[in-house]
């Protein structure tokens, strides 16, 4: 039996820096078309049965990039931040975020609170931007909060589970993705949602973030709605 929509999507947006080269522009007018897409795409997924999209916007490695790139993609979150304040103040999305915000400028974590205050209780399309995230980096911190509590004596050793630790990361309170997307190609998981996509189906595609569209993002559940997913048991009826 094919599988239901997933609920929860994750996003690789890769290829916004080949998108700019092909078209010989500067590599961040790729992240602000990538932006575009990302935009259109939330608006297009409404109403399919996407309750959750959670998007790789700034990794915990993409600081070693050119500042000029760095400073170009953080001025693409701030307006988008804003834009989604302004656009989004009588719509139904809720905006939330993973990843150590703490590196982020003061103002764009003023913005981003603020963004996720005045959405927290809305119905439509949750979407979680990962901004300065790294898989490692978020299950660091969150076996840091589990060992302070340890010590505090709030909780035992023994309390420590898989569902513990999953509450403990900045993604708590989100199922776990059961699709990932990754555009461009490449066949790497990049430190993103290691712990959630312990079982999330992988899709990868070859167009470049900037270039994909609604039709993609249905070719992408199709080809997960066909998938035999297993979680580690068998699915054909034994012999
Ligand atoms: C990867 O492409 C993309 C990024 C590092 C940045 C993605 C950020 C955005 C699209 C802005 C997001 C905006 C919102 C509102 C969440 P790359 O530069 O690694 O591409 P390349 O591999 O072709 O060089």
């Given amino acids: 039996m094919a599988n239901a929509v997933p609920k929860h999507i994750g996003i690789i947006m890769d290829g916004n820096g080949r998108w700019a080269k092909k078209k010989h522009l500067p590599r961040v007018l790729g992240h602000q078309q990538g932006a575009k897409t990302l935009d259109k795409l939330l608006n297009d997924a409404r109403g399919m049965g996407v309750e959750h999209i959670t998007v790789y916007a700034f990794s915990t490695e993409n600081w070693k990039r050119t500042e000029d790139e760095i400073s170009g993609i953080m001025g693409i979150l701030r307006e988008?931040?804003?834009?989604?304040?302004?656009?989004?103040?009588?719509?139904?999305?809720?905006?939330?975020?993973?990843?150590?915000?703490?590196?982020?400028?003061e103002d764009l974590q003023r913005d981003i609170a603020r963004l996720k205050e005045v959405s927290k209780d809305r119905t439509g399309i949750h979407l979680t931007i990962a901004m300065n995230y790294g898989s490692r980096d978020?299950?660091?911190?969150?076996?840091?909060?589990?060992?302070?509590?340890?010590?505090?004596?709030k909780l035992e050793v023994s309390d420590i589970t898989e569902e513990l630790i999953s509450d403990h990361l900045d993604s708590a309170g989100t199922p776990d993705p059961e699709l990932i997307i990754r555009t461009s190609g490449e066949l790497r998981t990049s430190n993103f949602l290691l712990w959630q996509s312990a079982y999330s189906e992988y899709y990868?595609?070859?167009?470049?973030?900037?270039?994909?569209?609604?039709?993609?993002?249905?070719?992408?559940?199709?080809?997960?709605?066909?998938r035999d997913r297993r979680f580690g048991g068998r699915n054909e009826v034994s012999k």
């Fill in 80 to 105: 988008y931040i804003n834009k989604y304040f302004r656009d989004y103040a009588n719509s139904d999305f809720r905006v939330d975020s993973v990843g150590d915000l703490t590196a982020l400028t």
């Fill in 138 to 153: 978020e299950i660091k911190r969150a076996v840091q909060k589990i060992a302070q509590e340890v010590k505090d004596g």
């Fill in 204 to 226: 990868i595609t070859d167009k470049l973030w900037p270039d994909f569209t609604i039709d993609d993002l249905k070719d992408a559940i199709k080809a997960y709605q066909n």
